[in-house]
Nanobody
Framework: QVHLVESGGGLVQAGDSLRLSCLSS????????VGWFRQAPGKEREFVAA????????SYTTSMRDRFTISRFNAQNTVWLQMNSLKPEDTANYYC?????????????????WGQGTQVTVSS
């Protein structure tokens, strides 16, 4: 059983930065692909970014690639999502998730474990 806890969300102004953290416990963290998703009110959960177990491979939604960076430190069972130049449309609850494998990353149903989420609100 894997337990994920996100942190780092908050209320910021447009143009500000935030760094979200995802702390994992249980399982062998270095074998898991870790992803970040977000869900705004009334919208479906959408893929943001993912990083492979060894940290070598990353994948981003195209519209966020230039502003967001995913990274991990396996010795601390932690993945981060650095978000720069935040926009009001980035307002959402951000979730981290883990799975094995690298295919169909954007499919929510392919991810095995989820955290409870951390709220990010960007004011204009």
């Amino acid at each position: 059983q894997v337990h994920l806890v996100e942190s780092g969300g908050g209320l910021v102004q447009a143009g500000d930065s935030l760094r979200l953290s995802c702390l994992s416990s249980g399982g062998t963290f270095s074998t898991y692909t870790v992803g970040w998703f977000r869900q705004a009110p009334g919208k479906e959960r959408e893929f943001v970014a993912a990083i492979s177990g060894n940290g070598i491979f990353t994948s981003y939604t195209t519209s966020m690639r230039d502003r967001f960076t995913i990274s991990r430190f396996n010795a601390q069972n932690t993945v981060w999502l650095q978000m720069n130049s935040l926009k009001p449309e980035d307002t959402a609850n951000y979730y981290c998730a883990v799975r094995t494998g690298w295919e169909t990353l954007r499919e929510v149903k392919m991810w095995n474990y989820w955290g409870q989420g951390t709220q990010v609100t960007v004011s204009s």
